[in-house]
Every structure is written in structure tokens, then in C-alpha cells.
């Protein structure tokens, strides 16, 4: 099977068991913008290190394609799958953020983004994280997303993000 069927040119897609959506609901962008945000951080992945960030960055990484899995499948098979993201994967995100915050206290709030290749990188996906995070506030505000543990991981990320992206700005690790 190739990757053409032509079934979405006329501005349709299709949601795993699902009838046939317009590619400009949220629910579609919700999942581009947790799309774009795991490109980024595989972006960021390919030039992070130590090996210990890569394996913080793909965590996250499947977590963010657990939500986007969560946010594509039609409200009845979401009943029978129950939440792909649990409570132990947004108590971990929690940790590490105050595993981070506790090696690194960002002199500002506000940071000028560009101070080195990789911390620009790191900056570019806080940014997107930022907007898949109010895309899936959206989503949640109309009771399609029903996971308590969704939002604050997404919130969580975008932390994570900044807290990093001020550390190799500073050039402790690469």
C-alpha cells in the first residue's frame, strides 16, 4: 500500500475507528501540533547529550504519541483502551522537573532564545509545546479528552524545555 490514496484532498481525513473529519477540527489540529512537537524533540534528541537527556527526551517523546493515540481514537474505543497516559508517567514528568529545576535556577523568567545551536533547538520545542498544550486545553474544555493526566504532562514538558534550554545556554552539558 502506498502512501497517496487521494482520499484527503478534498480536505477530509480519517481518526483511527472514526468516521471521516475535516483536517481543520481540533481534534486534527491538536494532533499536527503533538506532531510537530515530536519532530522537535526528535530534533533535539539527535543532537542532545548526555545519554541520560536523550532517554528524558524519548520518554517524553512516547508520551506525546500516546496523546496524540488517545485524542485520534472515536470516544467508545477511548472507554475500552482506557487512558494510554497514566498517573506514574505524569508523576515522572513532575519529578523531573524538579530533578531539573534543582541543578539549574534560570536567572529570569524571560530569556532571550539563540544562545548556542542545541539551546535554540530546545527553545523551538518549548515553544511548540506551549501550543500543542492550549490545542489539547481546547480539546479538553469540550469534554473531548477526559485523561487527568494529560494536561499537566503537557505542562510539564514545556518546563522541562526551558529548564534545559537555560542549562546549554550556559554550556554545562552538551
Not at 12 to 28: E, G
Not at 58 to 73: F, L, T
Not at 113 to 123: H, K, T
Not at 126 to 144: D, F, P, Q, T
Amino acid at each position: 500500500m502506498g502512501v497517496r490514496s487521494g482520499r484527503g484532498d478534498k480536505g477530509f481525513t480519517d481518526l483511527l475507528f472514526q468516521k471521516r473529519i475535516s483536517k481543520d477540527s481540533a481534534d486534527i489540529r491538536a494532533i499536527g501540533d503533538l506532531d510537530e512537537l515530536n519532530c522537535y524533540l526528535g530534533l533535539v534528541k539527535s543532537v542532545l547529550r548526555p545519554r541520560k537527556d536523550k532517554t528524558t527526551i524519548e520518554k517524553i517523546q512516547r508520551a506525546v504519541s500516546a496523546i496524540a493515540s488517545e485524542i485520534a481514537v472515536g470516544t467508545e474505543k477511548k472507554q475500552k483502551l482506557g487512558p494510554l497516559l497514566k498517573k506514574e508517567d505524569a508523576d515522572w514528568v513532575k519529578s523531573v522537573v524538579y530533578q531539573l529545576e534543582g541543578k539549574v535556577k534560570p536567572e529570569s523568567c524571560f530569556s532571550l532564545p539563540g544562545n548556542g545551536e542545541l539551546s535554540a533547538f530546545l527553545d523551538i520545542a518549548r515553544a511548540v509545546a506551549r501550543r500543542a498544550e492550549r490545542s489539547v486545553v481546547g480539546l479538553s474544555r469540550k469534554e473531548k479528552i477526559k485523561n487527568d493526566y494529560i494536561l499537566p504532562y503537557l505542562n510539564c514538558i514545556s518546563d522541562i524545555l526551558f529548564i534545559m534550554a537555560r542549562e546549554k545556554a550556559r554550556g554545562k552539558k552538551k
